[in-house]
């Protein structure tokens, strides 16, 4: 136990360590790249070509192997980039501002799509592109929230101070997170409660459930792919003057 | 499947394009910053 924790401390400490990040991200990459290739393509070609067509939606429901995956992601995105933010807050690690700052133009692309594709869905099944439902709304207040951020840090020349104003943002904006995930239960939504339940049985059938799992998966491995990407950039534009990234 | 191109088709490939389009950024974005940075290192170690 003691050692299982030492060794998840040095991990922690190794994590702050840029040049370390920077080495073994390289390394990670490639293989990642394989498999959230892999996932996102049986994911979504399954779904989208070969699962079932539903009895009522018809083939139009297809949009789910995009859309839940991409939702699920942008709300993910911002709890790391929370626990980043009481990070930099609290002990000033310099990886958790390069973390959050490489996140929150992902994070803003995956909320973007979950909102598009929820509007190109929305148009032939509720017949509107939008409403200010509770989820559709909050949803779009997690977006301004990524644009936000992205706008505060790009307003600050200093990184330190950058680091600091953003953390405190993303704090603010974590309030929201709840919202979100509860907003199809608080309230009386016209988008329908989630689908897929960790605690009990799915409301989805087998057949266009297990792709949407893989579909959801892949999405997951592409944003730790594009996050990584992301952060030897950052980390890059950082340090270029320091020796280890001369001599790298 | 949805090979053909009716109403309703239309709508999932127009999704598929964007989440293929934004994908694609994610990935192509930090991946020339990166090599724009190289290469100013490169030249800066000439």
Not at chain 1, 39 to 60: A, R, Y
Not at chain 1, 95 to 109: L, V
Not at chain 1, 160 to 183: E, F, H, M, R, Y
């Amino acid at each position: 136990m003691n050692r299982a924790f030492n060794s998840l401390k040095t991990f922690y400490h190794k994590l702050g360590s840029s040049p370390w990040f920077y080495r073994i991200s390289e390394i990670t990459i490639p293989y990642l790249a394989l498999f959230s290739f892999l996932f996102l393509s049986i994911g979504i070609v399954w779904g989208v070509f070969f699962s079932p067509t539903d009895f009522k939606q018809g083939d139009v429901y297809r949009i789910i192997y995009m859309h839940v995956p991409a939702a699920s992601v942008s709300q993910s995105i911002y709890y790391t980039m929370t626990v980043a933010a009481v990070v930099s807050i609290i002990w000033r690690m310099k990886m958790a501002g390069i973390f959050i700052k490489s996140m929150a133009p992902i994070g803003a692309s995956f909320t973007f799509l979950a909102l598009i594709s929820g509007s190109i869905w929305g148009q032939p099944t509720w017949g509107t592109w939008w409403i200010w439902d509770a989820r559709l709304t909050s949803t779009l207040v997690l977006f301004i929230f990524y644009i936000a951020i992205i706008s505060l840090y790009s307003s600050f020349s200093e990184k330190k101070s950058a680091d600091q104003a953003v953390s405190i943002l993303t704090l603010v904006g974590a309030v929201n997170l709840p919202i979100i995930k509860k907003s199809v239960d608080w309230w009386n939504t016209l988008h329908q409660p989630a689908s897929i339940k960790f605690t009990e049985s799915s409301s989805i059938s087998p057949e266009m459930l297990y792709p949407l799992i893989i579909s959801i998966f892949g999405f997951y491995l592409v944003v730790l792919l594009s996050g990584l990407m992301a952060m030897r950039a950052e980390i890059a534009k950082r340090e270029i003057n320091k020796e280890w990234f001369k001599n790298y | 499947m949805i090979y053909d191109f009716n109403d309703y088709n239309l709508h999932v490939w127009l999704v598929l394009l964007i989440t293929i389009a934004l994908i694609s950024l994610n990935l192509i974005v930090p991946k020339v910053r990166l090599n724009k940075l190289n290469k100013l290192k490169k030249i800066d170690k000439n």
